[in-house]
């Protein structure tokens, strides 16, 4: 068996990516929001059915943006369990991270433990929907209204996705998307931020291009996150087979299920009621009656050539960068699952022999 990596990426046939870029070597037009770009949101907006989105570089300056645009400073309450571009986002544009503790079943922000830490500095709550296991939207927007705070959704794992038939795109004032090669629809790199209030289009395109709001004047303090024409040539191409890519992961995980559900000791990921799931990754928690602990079962598994992966261990506030510099208070939760979780293997084209391989070593 050839090494089994946790994912790889959708490409799109070769011929298919080279009809769309191949104007770009006559025009020259190849970055600043050409034509392919503007074809790419329209075609996304509608996949996404939104009236609101702004187009990215990558996810994480998605994040950092809408932060940027919504003018926020103070506390963002949110998750350490999530991949650390989360909370980067929030303490590189000068916010302090608040950490609540997850939701044993869904991995995800816990609304049980969330109003106790809000204070008078809290401006946003930044959810995680973490393997595309969405949050308890209700309760944190009714919580959010209560007290006028921002809702930003980290639904880098979430593409697709559907709540009771509604977008998971059209929740909270804004969700920010990943498309990195790694996620489940990619533009090789690249991210989009869908919001609520159409007011801040024009802002999130000026804070993307250095501030500029034309030639002669720039607003914001901006950087630069715009995506190139290579890219969203990737996102037009990749689109028109996204839904037979989920079909196909959603295949995967029925495999993956027929194999390991008589395994004792491990609790198996399962789809949430009233969610379209993308099937991103394939969370497996490890308890004590497994025989192996978390870590044990990583090393076999990366013995035999199989290399899961332990998202999200460790939890972000405890790395190097953020020990010792906020409250990491109350996140048993956060903290048990870290230590007892194991993201297998999870693609489209993973094989039915792979997946035995996989299932017959744990
Ligand atoms: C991938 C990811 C990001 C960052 O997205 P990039 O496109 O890699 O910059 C942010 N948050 C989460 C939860 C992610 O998984």
Request: include cysteine; charge should be negative; proline fraction near 3%.
């Amino acid at each position: 068996m050839n090494e089994i990596f946790v994912t790889r990426p959708s490409m799109p046939p070769f011929e298919e990516y080279m009809e769309i870029v191949h104007p770009l070597f006559e025009n020259k037009c190849i970055t600043n929001m050409g034509e392919i770009h503007k074809s790419f949101e329209n075609k996304l907006k509608d996949y996404l059915e939104v009236e609101s989105l702004s187009l990215t570089v990558n996810g994480h300056l998605a994040l950092e943006n809408i932060i940027n645009a919504l003018n926020l400073s103070g506390e963002i309450i949110t998750t350490p369990f999530t991949f650390v571009s989360t909370t980067h986002a929030i303490v590189r544009c000068g916010c302090t991270p608040v950490f609540c503790d997850i939701d044993e079943s869904t991995f995800t922000l816990d609304v049980s433990k969330l109003e106790t830490l809000i204070t008078e500095k809290t401006c946003a709550i930044m959810p995680v929907h973490v393997y595309g296991n969405l949050c308890n939207m209700e309760e944190i927007e009714k919580i959010a209204r209560k007290y006028k705070l921002y809702v930003i959704y980290d639904a880098a794992h979430a593409f697709g996705e559907k709540w009771n038939g509604k977008s998971v795109a059209q929740m909270g004032d804004a969700s920010v998307f990943s498309f990195h090669a790694t996620k489940v629809f990619n533009t090789i790199e690249g991210g989009c931020i869908t919001f609520r209030d159409s007011g801040l289009q024009r802002v999130l395109a000026d804070i993307k291009n250095f501030g500029f709001h034309d030639q002669e004047s720039v607003l914001y303090v901006g950087g630069n996150a715009k995506m190139n024409e290579f890219q969203a040539a990737m996102g037009i191409c990749n689109l028109r087979h996204i839904d037979h890519e989920i079909e196909k992961r959603k295949k995967v995980y029925g495999t993956y299920m027929e194999l390991l559900s008589q395994v004792e000791g491990i609790r198996l990921w399962k789809p949430q009621e009233g969610v379209e799931h993308n099937y991103a990754y394939l969370p497996l928690v490890i308890n004590d009656e497994y025989g192996k602990s978390r870590n044990e079962l990583y090393i076999y598994l990366k013995e035999h050539k199989i290399y899961a992966r332990k998202y999200f261990y460790p939890l972000t506030c405890d790395f190097e960068c953020y020990r010792g510099k906020y409250s990491t208070e109350n996140l048993e939760v956060a903290r048990d699952i870290s230590n007892r979780i194991i993201t297998l293997p999870m693609y489209s084209d993973l094989s039915k022999e792979e997946i035995h391989y996989i299932c017959k070593h744990i």
